[in-house]
């Protein structure tokens, strides 16, 4: 059982494959947005730069810092937000949705 208790094993497996299913379609969803080079090649270097940024952040290569004096990273992936109403989600999308004016102000 979860530590709670509420879940079982095989709830918690198939909630994490949930995860890893949403996790890949929004890999594949950035991958496919490769940019095309036009005609003025500054541009393009920027765009291409940025989908570079957006597939590390979405296979979840992105530190974006550390915990306490730990050596280990915090990796994220780009994420997704499953209740739109409410931003609630995971990931970088739902931190900048849900809490990025707050974190900034801090």
């Given at each position: ?53 957006d597939v590390a952040a979405a296979k979840g290569e992105v530190e974006f810092g550390e ?13 997704v937000i499953t209740l739109p109403k409410t931003d609630a989600g995971y990931g970088l ?14």
């Amino acid at each position: 059982m979860y530590a709670d208790g509420l879940l079982d094993a095989e709830e918690v497996g198939e909630i994490i494959d949930n995860n890893v299913k949403a996790v890949q379609k929004a890999l594949d969803k950035v991958e496919k947005n490769k940019p095309k080079p036009g005609t003025n090649i500054e541009e393009f270097k920027v765009q291409k730069q940025q989908w570079q940024n957006d597939v590390a952040a979405a296979k979840g290569e992105v530190e974006f810092g550390e915990i306490g004096n730990s050596p280990a990273p915090i990796l994220l992936s780009e994420g997704v937000i499953t209740l739109p109403k409410t931003d609630a989600g995971y990931g970088l999308v739902h931190i900048e949705a849900r809490h990025g004016n707050p974190i900034r102000k801090a």
